[in-house]
């Protein structure tokens, strides 16, 4: 296997690890980590008979995913006490929402920014709060600020000045600009608050959130990372409540994000569960894309990358928009 | 893309590149290290377009770790772009032992360890200290073993640059060295590859019993450092101290508690080799 089904093989099956040899272990190590999986891949093949100098190799990347861990939390932390006298809610999103409960997700994750969504209407406030608290725009740029403002679904990137860590304050599930509006109000309403004061959404809109996160916005780049989270959360989910895929299916529905999360099924069970239907012609075009990897590290599939990242664009504006974007930007250099 | 492996103390490292003659230059250079099977980092040394892999060749240095904003180097100074990935590789990912931005050389089993920032001469000191009676363990990188508090040693090429080159030239006749690449980022490298011994004992470990913080360009003096600047110091040298966790924090803490440290100003390669024999004697 010369594409990045090596590494859904190993994630899925780690008993098929066996059977590799050393340019197969380095293959997989290389591509896991162009993935941002070598913890999760660390912690999923620990105890499966393998060469020492691979064990090395994993035991340093279980100590960096505990490092990644601390600090998500940490620093979810400093945006809480940061917010602590902002009387609405704040839902921690994405890989730090996954270690602060605990999830399978979250076993190894790599983690980078930090994500939370606040009400729209409470963006001023919240904004001025961690600017006081020492977080500081990472560009300055009145082009790129009124179209974050204007058309996304997130504020312009916030960076801490002596953390050095970015946070993305959410207000809305997808830019305003793409096609399905899911119920951001609703999702943030019913966000479950934990003891640390914290909130995460529910585990039916985790799943819509990390599958519109997925497929209905970006160019599918660290797609398998994505996808995996997605398989864990479907996984733990359904193991804890028998209605749970019933709920899945009316919240998707509700937040029209049918088709992504449907899709996220279909390739989860494709690519690491054990799923036997042949895929579809569109799945098969984005398990192309999601493999796009070879043992090197290097991204494959040219045309392939190409037509998801005009795809990214296409969902994100309608084309007269881009077109006015890409000049802009063109001008700008 | 062509290929070329290679262990460097506890490390091993696949180097790639779109280019043949950087891996030739490693080849040669490298010839007395061992050749690894499994590794633990690959390095990539690819043309920034199609179009640069021909005319005015440009190299984007990438690999398991990557800088985002790191510029591109022209690809005749491909070596020094390898070895830069290397570094970088053992920087961000390196967790087995707490690494030491330092140089470090061994006698009777024990270790002398060497910190400060680029210009500080920690390196050419390394260098000339590897060919003057002691053992080089290391110019840029010494690995603290959070267990044992043993120096690991990891005697990567030697990077000389600017002044230092022609110094080490005339003092090293016999060493071996690489091309001379003029106009780098950081002005003119020439790689030398450490003597024959630092090599063949490249997993032998040592106990540090001396931390010296060296400084090029002041008159020759010596003046200790308190345990508290020490340890501030060093975290700002370590690359994984935070990383480590609390295993980063004892042995940090266990280092600047057993190993006594020294500023040292130096005008001269002699002077400083003077006064670190000094230093030496008094403390054994």
Redesign the interface.
Known sequence: MKDGRLLVTALRDPASTAALDADGWIALLTMARAEQLIGTLAFRLEGQPMPDGIAAIFEDARTNADYQRKTALWEADAARRALASYQGKVVQMKGTAYVAEDLQAGIGRSIGDLDIMVEEDDLREVEKLLLAAGWEWVKEDEYDDAYYRDHMHELPPLIHKTRDRMIDVHHTILPKTAKPTPDAKAMLGNGIIGSDGLAVFTPADMVCHSAAHLFADGDLAGGLRNLWDIYCLLMEFSRGSDSFHAELQSRAQHHQLEPAVSRAIRLTGHLYGDSKAPPNITDRFYIRRLTARNGCGQQTRKFTRFAFYVRSHLLRMPPMMLAKHLWTKWRKG | ?HEFRVTVGPA?F?L?SQWARPLDQMRALYADYPT?????Y?V?L?ATSLLRRFIRPSAAI????MLPDAAPLPADQGLLGLEMGMNLQMAL????QMILHASAVERDGKALIMTGESGSGKSTLSALLGINGWRFMGDEFALIDPASGEAVPYPRLISLKNEAIAAMQESAQEAKFGPLMKGTPKGDIRHMVPPREAIAKMTERAKPVLLLFPRFGHEGAIRDMPPSETFMRLTQASTNY????EAGFEAMTKFVQDVPARAVDYRSGEEAMELVEKLWEELS
């Open positions: 893309m091993s696949r790639l690894p099977e499994i590794v633990d690959t990539r690819e990438n690999g398991d770790y990912g390196w967790r087995r935070v990383a480590l966790g």
